[in-house]
């Protein structure tokens, strides 16, 4: 499997421990180049973000309706055995499941969930859809794809975005969105949710106070389920590592990161 990888080499004197970063539903490696990707080289990280098969330009598209939860764990593992040193894991929204997941049977320096799908999974957040946008979830559903739920500027402002974002930023980054597997969303409904218990691995939970998709009491409930405090930025929607307060979250990330030694 061909796997899109974007690599930053780090500005200053490198840092032991490399980063990688893990999108989400709908996205692919890009959401983090814009910020992440070129902050935390700055200060030292050697970074990656990987887009998952049938994201930007990994292969796999044509698949990317039946890939499952477990397919995008496989990936992850994939990148990581391909590198020199265990990786930090960054995971925002599905990639903060796919984090959990992989973090059951196998053990990293650290791991950030960033605005993660909780533990118990999207039954909250698939209830919002369902009642915000009753016919985009039935076509959705119908066509057995989640396309139809971001397939607008306004639905993909609304899910991921505070309503402030300039027009051109919204327009260049609806423009990125692609469809996400069917197969994959009922893992994280249902079929296959992670189990906290197995996993040992010093954590960061963030989330944001605004998320349309995952809640504050959610954020809080998978801080919980690994033993940590929750921390929730106010004034933030779903997309933290690009709405206009993203480098406050990234400064936090890189506080963590020191108290870990990393």
Same mark, same amino acid.
């Given at each position: 499997?061909?796997?899109?990888?974007?690599?930053?080499?780090?500005? /200053?004197?490198?840092?032991?421990? @490399?980063? $990688?970063?893990? #999108?989400? !539903?709908?996205?692919?490696?890009?959401?983090?180049?814009?910020?992440?990707?070129?902050?935390?080289?700055?200060?030292?990280?050697?970074?990656?973000?990987?887009?998952?098969?049938?994201?930007?330009?990994?292969?796999?598209r044509e698949r990317l309706r039946c890939t499952s939860l477990a397919d995008y764990v496989a990936d992850v593992a994939h990148i990581v /055995?391909?590198?020199?040193?265990? @990786?930090? $894991?960054?995971? #925002?929204? !599905?990639?903060?499941?796919?984090?959990q997941k992989y973090l059951e049977s196998r053990r990293v320096p650290a791991a950030v969930l960033l605005a993660s799908v909780p533990p118990r999974g999207v039954l909250l957040a698939t209830l919002r859809v369902l009642f915000r946008h009753p016919l985009a979830f039935l076509k959705a559903n119908l066509t057995f794809s989640l396309f139809p739920i971001i397939s607008t500027p306004g639905l993909t402002r609304?899910?991921?975005?505070?309503?402030?974002?300039?027009?051109?930023?919204?327009?260049?980054?609806?423009s990125r969105m692609q469809d996400e597997s069917y197969r994959a969303y009922l893992d994280v409904l249902a079929l296959n949710l992670p189990r906290p218990k197995r996993v040992t691995t010093p954590m960061l939970v963030l989330g944001a106070a605004d998320d349309a998709l995952i809640s504050p009491d959610e954020v809080e409930a998978t801080a919980r389920a690994y033993g940590t405090r929750a921390e929730v930025f106010p004034d933030m929607a779903h997309d933290m590592m690009l709405e206009s307060g993203w480098q406050a979250v990234a400064d936090r990330m890189l506080n963590w990161l020191e108290d870990q030694g990393l």
């Open positions: 499997m061909d796997l899109e990888l974007i690599k930053k080499e780090p500005v /200053s004197a490198a840092r032991p421990t @490399p980063l $990688l970063f893990v #999108h989400g !539903m709908w996205h692919a490696a890009w959401c983090w180049a814009e910020h992440f990707l070129p902050y935390f080289a700055q200060h030292g990280y050697l970074c990656y973000a990987l887009s998952l098969r049938g994201h930007g330009a990994s292969e796999g /055995s391909q590198m020199e040193r265990p @990786p930090v $894991l960054v995971g #925002h929204s !599905m990639g903060g499941m796919i984090v609304e899910a991921f975005f505070s309503a402030d974002i300039p027009e051109e930023k919204l327009t260049a980054y609806f």
